[in-house]
């Protein structure tokens, strides 16, 4: 059964605007929620990551929303650019675990 | 940029050929996966490993094998590739500096006729 519910899986946004990408769980041991970045041919590669003691983080352009008692945290892209168009998958983990579970993954593209 | 390599990047081969994936990274880490990635799919665990002389199956029944003799290496082989075996093999690693962070190669597709 899939434990990180991903959505949408895909998404067309205009250069400069606001790109948002919805996860949700159902596993309330998950305690680390990294978002991972994935360009066509390369490995996916960790983008930013969020603990659920806090309700968002932001680095640059990219910021996180958590909100524990809903189970879902989300992306938020501001000022997309062309350069942004990839594939993200969210993921979570119980912490100092082996087993990352990821989302299904949305893939973004930036129309310039 | 994370220093782990997989080989080949591209294999295309008939039914019942045995293969082997190659993994190798040069971080030191002790923690390494074996994810299979298929279109508007999340990303399957199917192997991990702890360290030396470790390795564990993960969620998705999985027919290759793996195995961790050296700590920069983690190969995975299937004795005789069939048809659903296609798909594209993600390795990666962790280390204690990074907890939760998963470094990943960029991948092998693998497409078996």
């Known amino acids: 059964q899939q434990q990180v519910k991903q959505s949408p899986q895909s998404l067309i946004v205009q250069k400069g605007g606001i790109s948002i990408i919805n996860c949700a769980y159902e596993n309330t041991a998950f305690d680390y929620f990294p978002w991972y970045q994935q360009f066509p041919g390369k490995g996916p590669a960790l983008l930013i990551a969020?603990?659920?003691?806090?309700s968002e983080k932001k680095e640059g352009r990219f910021t996180i929303s958590f909100n524990k008692s809903a189970k879902q945290f989300s992306l938020h892209i501001m000022d997309s650019q062309p350069g942004d168009s990839a594939t993200y998958f969210c993921a979570a983990r119980v912490y100092n675990n082996n087993d990352m579970r990821f989302g299904a993954g949305t893939r973004l593209t930036v129309k310039p | 940029e994370a220093d782990i390599y997989q080989t080949p990047r591209y294999l295309v081969i008939g039914t019942g050929k045995k293969i082997t994936l190659e993994c190798s990274q040069t971080?030191?880490?002790?923690?390494m996966y074996w994810y299979q990635q298929d279109p508007g799919m999340e990303l399957h665990l199917i192997h991990y490993s702890y360290g030396v002389n470790s390795t564990e199956k993960g969620d998705l029944s999985s027919e290759s094998t793996v195995s961790r003799i050296r700590t920069e290496h983690f190969p995975l082989t299937l004795e005789s590739a069939r048809p659903s075996h296609t798909s594209q093999y993600l390795c990666?690693?962790?280390?204690?500096?990074?907890?939760?962070?998963?470094?990943f190669g960029e991948g092998s597709r693998l497409t078996v006729l």
């Open positions: 969020i603990r659920p003691d806090v």
């Open positions: 990666a690693s962790s280390g204690r500096g990074h907890v939760g962070e998963l470094f």
């Open positions: 971080m030191g880490h002790d923690k």
